[in-house]
């Protein structure tokens, strides 16, 4: 599966940005899809996955809870990420992955800046 991200960019603290990522092939078939960040002297973090089988789940990391959320298109194989409330501590390479039954993908990173 190749993976494509878009959406990144800079924003002040308070705003919202939408990340987009595009698969070449079904999410129906995929077991799991979300995003991942990473930014220089921090762990990398696990954001927000959206997990198909046994009627589908979302997960998201504490960090983010309540501010970001994930959604699917299953028409266009498209996943985004719907980032509120921005912080400076979000500020990072965001990058999109996806899990089938034997392999995990992952997508380039898009950079996201929050900053005033």
């Known amino acids: 599966v190749q993976l494509q991200a878009s959406g990144g960019g800079l924003v002040q603290p308070g705003g919202s940005l939408r990340l987009s990522c595009a698969a070449s092939r079904s999410i129906s078939e995929l077991e799991a899809f979300g995003w991942y960040r990473q930014d220089p002297g921090k762990q990398a973090e696990s954001v927000a996955i959206i997990t198909t089988h046994g009627g589908g789940s979302e997960m998201y990391a504490e960090s983010v809870e309540g501010r970001f959320t994930i959604s699917r298109d299953n028409a266009n194989n498209m996943w985004y990420l719907q980032m509120n409330s921005l912080k400076p501590d979000d500020t990072a390479v965001y990058l999109c992955?996806?899990?089938?039954?034997?392999?995990?993908?992952w997508g380039q990173g898009t950079q996201v800046t929050v900053s005033s």
């Open positions: 992955y996806a899990r089938d039954e034997f392999e995990l993908f």
